[in-house]
């Protein structure tokens, strides 16, 4: 349990401190930096695998077309998730990449109806009612819909609906997701270095270490992550998730000094939400493993 808990909260304080990793490639273009993060993302995987030699699935995916379209499909939206996770960083908006790992929790509950019609409890729809008036209250605030947020919170809950019923692994479905991308990506990266556009060629030592990171950056906390997951209940998985997007918050307004105030309402119908969730939820593992005993 102790190891699970450490995995787990090493994987989510990695991903929390991803926006200093992305703001140091600030000066790269948000495209250039995703073709980087595909390709290094593979070469890394492609390496663990072979370390481990983990290899046997790939004969396994011969004659089956339809696994190759599944992960064709989350490939896509893990592709969308990274680009506009990278914009929104370099574009000073931190904080706005954050609500969508807030609510992501709950949009995950609204897929979970929609498409695998499950029932929702009340404390289930009280809260995702809570935090729509929090987006609602976001949206007039701003006078636009907070659409940052939104997409990465659909993109990644869209990506774990596939995820949950696919027949990998987290290295092994990875590998496959960059190996899918990686055509598209390199042909990019090529692509700008012959317009004398690249980032990589024309970037210092530390730019090119940096994108070279990407492979491992992306990885490691995935693997610590599936190691956490395996060894910890998913309610305690549950509540240890809301440290990434808090640490990402703390560091768009105490870091790079982005506005928060008048947003701070919005939020806090959202904090109040996920604590009406998590409450729920926790409650209702405890009720379960009592009555199992």
């Known amino acids: 349990m102790n190891r699970g808990i450490a995995y787990a909260s090493a994987a989510y304080l990695l991903w929390g401190v991803f926006p200093i990793y992305f703001k140091a490639l600030q000066e790269i273009a948000p495209l250039e930096i995703l073709g980087h993060r595909i390709v290094w993302s ?7 695998l072979l ?17 190759l379209w599944w992960f064709l499909a989350s490939s896509t939206l893990v592709a969308v998730n990274w680009f506009v996770y990278i914009w929104a960083v370099n574009a000073g908006r931190v904080v706005d990449a954050s609500l969508g ?30 935090a729509a008036i929090g987006v609602a209250w976001l949206t007039w605030q701003a006078g636009a819909v907070p659409w940052i947020g939104l997409v990465l919170a659909l993109s990644f809950g869209l990506y774990g609906l596939l995820r949950k019923t696919a027949a990998l692994g987290a290295i092994e479905g990875l ?4 190996l899918l991308l990686t055509p598209v990506a390199a042909a990019y990266l090529g692509w700008q270095v012959q317009a004398g556009h690249s980032g990589f060629v024309d ?3 530390g730019t090119r270490l940096l994108l070279l990171a990407a492979g491992p950056v992306t990885a490691v906390p ?20 809301y440290l990434g997007p808090s640490l990402q918050l703390l560091i768009g307004v105490w870091l790079y000094g982005e506005p928060f105030a008048a947003r701070a309402p919005g939020y806090a119908l959202i904090w109040i939400a ?20």
């Open 42 to 48: 593979l070469l890394f995987c492609v390496v663990l």
């Open 51 to 67: 370390l481990l030699r983990r290899l046997s699935w790939i004969a396994g995916l011969r004659g089956q077309p339809r696994v």
């Open 101 to 130: 790992y807030f609510i992501n929790p709950l949009v995950n509950v609204l897929i979970g109806a929609l498409v695998l019609h499950e029932r929702l409890r009340t404390a289930q729809w009280l809260a995702v009612g809570i």
């Open 175 to 178: 590998t496959l997701e960059t």
């Open 203 to 205: 970037g210092d030592t």
């Open 222 to 241: 995935l693997l610590l992550f599936a190691a956490g997951a395996r060894r910890i209940p998913f309610t305690t998985l549950g509540l240890l998730q």
């Open 274 to 293: 996920l604590a009406v969730f998590s409450v729920e939820g926790v409650a209702r593992g405890w009720r379960s493993r009592t009555a199992a005993r």
